[in-house]
């Protein structure tokens, strides 16, 4: 139940992004943007707290390492429209690249390196599997231009949830393929996720 709720926590990401953008880069957003904003994490929080199977949930550390989470997250978003932004006007597709290509460089160093030192016998496996890999490497770098796009484009408040939909794929093809029953909180919280997202495209200005 706690890692339920520590998932749902994650979740306040869009909240907190709008109050970093705020901060760091002077976004603003509308109230009724604010209220979907906030109903579509009401929404996501629902269906997180539904994979709880009936536990209750007692206040732990998961609460803070779940809103930690979402911090971190919400700084990154942030911190990638800021740097895309920074670009000028060189276009939306080269500031878009570029900015990721620094992201996906500092991030394989890292990793990489920690490989290295913890496990090292996972790199040689790592480039053995280039094809595999590779095939993956590209689909998820395509995915994070997307992102770094949508950033760019508009406040990552609003793109973060937004792009929460990814929740409801989720429990439609777990419906679809593995025959999982939604439950009626999952109902609900689908709905909230439905309304926030219109909301936001319709009402964020």
Avoid: Y
């Avoid at 629902?46 to 009936?54: P, Q, R, T």
């Avoid at 599997?129 to 998820?140: E, S, T, Y």
């Avoid at 395509?142 to 406040?155: E, P």
């Avoid at 999952?186 to 439905?194: K, R």
């Amino acid at each position: 139940a706690n890692f339920a709720a520590a998932t749902a926590f994650t979740k306040t990401e869009p909240v907190q992004a709008a109050l970093v953008g705020i901060i760091l880069l002077g976004d603003t957003l509308t109230l009724p943007a604010l209220l979907a904003i906030i109903a579509s994490i009401l929404g996501i929080i629902l269906i997180s707290l539904s994979k709880a199977d009936g536990h209750k949930w007692t206040p732990d550390g998961s609460l803070w390492i779940g809103l930690l989470s979402g911090a971190c997250f919400a700084v990154s978003s942030v911190s990638l429209r800021g740097a895309s932004l920074s670009l000028g006007e060189v276009g939306l597709l080269l500031s878009t690249t570029t900015t990721l290509a620094f992201v996906t460089i500092i991030q394989s160093v890292m990793l990489l390196g920690w490989l290295g030192l913890r496990e090292p016998g996972q790199v040689a496996k790592l480039f053995g599997a280039w094809r595999q890999a590779g095939w993956v490497g590209l689909i998820g770098f395509l995915g994070s231009m997307a992102w770094v796009m949508a950033f760019t484009l508009k406040d990552a408040a609003s793109v973060k949830a937004v792009g929460q939909v990814e929740i409801l794929f989720t429990l439609i093809a777990s419906h679809v393929v593995f025959r999982e029953r939604i439950t009626a909180r999952e109902l609900a919280g689908i709905l909230l996720v439905a309304s926030g997202v219109i909301g936001i495209v319709l009402l964020g200005g």
